[in-house]
């Protein structure tokens, strides 16, 4: 909630509309600005839906916080393609998409703007259960 008190406006893009509209209730309640826009990020046209609200809404997004996450609790021996390809597709390439779309936006904003990702001390702890996730995060660094 730090975070709030500097951001004026909060957009939440979610699959779940249940638990984010409570959020979003939960911010409106508390007086800020919020819009959830239910989107899939594994799909472009979601992803761009989602920036075009967020200018119709707010005029412009000045930071990006990519924090949408596929975990499967399954060993490394045992990770069969489909679920690595839907991981990779979650936890990587939405990744970039969203970044790549919030940066067509950014690039006119006179400061710019900020976009975070799982800081890299983070991936070093990650046990050999999610080495996965860790390897995926990692490409965004390649």
């Given at each position: 909630m730090r975070m709030l008190k500097v951001v004026?406006?909060?957009?939440?893009?979610?699959?779940?509309?249940?638990?984010?509209?409570?959020?979003?209730?939960?911010?409106?309640?508390l007086g800020?600005?919020?819009?959830?826009?239910?989107?899939d990020i594994t799909k472009d046209q979601d992803i761009v839906a989602l920036m075009q609200k967020t200018v119709e809404?707010?005029?412009?997004?000045?930071?990006?916080?990519?924090?949408?996450?596929?975990?499967?609790?399954?060993?490394p021996y045992d990770v069969p393609m489909e679920v690595w390809n839907q991981v990779i597709q979650t936890n990587l390439t939405s990744v970039f998409f969203c970044w790549k779309e919030a940066a067509k936006i950014m690039r006119y904003n006179e400061k710019g703007g900020s976009m975070s990702r799982l800081p890299l001390h983070v991936l070093k702890c990650l046990n050999h259960t999610r080495r996965h996730m860790q390897q995926q995060r990692a490409g965004l660094w390649l």
């Open positions: 004026a406006s909060v957009v939440v893009a979610d699959i779940n509309y249940g638990l984010v509209h409570e959020f979003e209730k939960g911010l409106h309640a800020y600005p919020a819009l959830f826009v239910q989107t809404r707010f005029g412009t997004v000045h930071i990006l916080i990519n924090n949408a996450a596929k975990f499967q609790h399954i060993s």
